[in-house]
């Protein structure tokens, strides 16, 4: 399969502990794409990267979220001290083109992520 | 800022029957793109059409079209002949974000 992967797909976790997703996009896609979807919400974007650089982050992303695309293939999504209020689907894209416009995202399966 | 709206929250469409999922959009940009994706109740959300801002003609990928009327800024989803698996959410996108999503269950 070589679709979009993203590990692990469950994680339940206690208030202030630290949690890391990973996303190993589709070979040689240059641009991947983190978003956080709540139930009943479409995604919210988070950042993104081309190849190994971050262009982009949203305000969402508070300083207790950093994500790192080392050597421009998979990428990490790390939230630190949790808080009940980050319990949402963790959904990574990624999109071959390199064309501002024609971005087609291609999504992995999530990480449902259960803050207690 | 990119901007989509998605004003029906659920639809309701009986199988083999044509539906219309709206979408309008807001942007300052003059090159842009509009998606459509669906994503069943298993999660995963699935490509189903694009449209770019200078296409003369309007997207077409087997039973999905868009209805592209760029002086409205609306980017409407017609599904035809829709089947039962076709019941999901389905989102508009723009390079910077999605709608709010609209619902549609397909009735037998």
């Known amino acids: 399969d070589t679709g979009v992967s993203q590990n692990p ?14 996303c190993d996009p589709i ?16 995604p919210e974007f988070l950042t993104y990267f081309q190849n190994e650089a971050q262009l982009e982050k949203s305000r969402l992303l508070s300083d207790r979220f950093s994500a790192e695309r080392p050597k421009g ?6 939230i630190q001290r949790t808080e009940q209020g980050d319990s949402a689907m963790y959904l990574c894209a990624s999109s071959p083109s390199f064309s501002l416009t024609q971005e087609t995202q291609y999504f992995g399966p999530g990480t449902r992520l259960l803050v207690l | 800022a990119q901007k989509i709206t998605q004003t029906q929250p ?11 999922l709206d979408c309008t959009y807001d942007t300052s940009d ?7 994706y669906k994503q069943p109740s298993s999660g995963e959300m699935i490509f189903l059409i694009y449209q ?5 003609q309007n997207a077409t990928e087997g039973r999905y079209s868009l209805n592209f009327q760029k002086a409205r800024k609306s980017a409407n989803l017609v599904i035809s002949a829709s089947q039962l698996g076709d019941s999901a959410m389905y989102f508009c996108a723009m390079r910077e974000g999605f709608g709010t ?4 269950t397909v009735i037998p």
């Open chain 1, 9 to 22: 797909r469950h994680k339940i976790t206690k208030r202030g502990q630290n949690v890391t997703f990973r």
């Open chain 1, 27 to 42: 070979s040689e896609h240059n641009r991947l794409y983190w978003y956080r979807q709540t139930l009943g919400q479409g």
């Open chain 1, 73 to 78: 293939s998979f990428s990490t999504l790390e």
């Open chain 2, 10 to 20: 659920g639809m309701f469409v009986q199988e083999k029957e044509a539906v219309t």
């Open chain 2, 30 to 36: 003059q090159s842009y793109g509009l998606f459509w």
């Open chain 2, 52 to 56: 770019g801002s200078y296409d003369e």
């Open chain 2, 101 to 104: 999503g609209t619902s549609l």
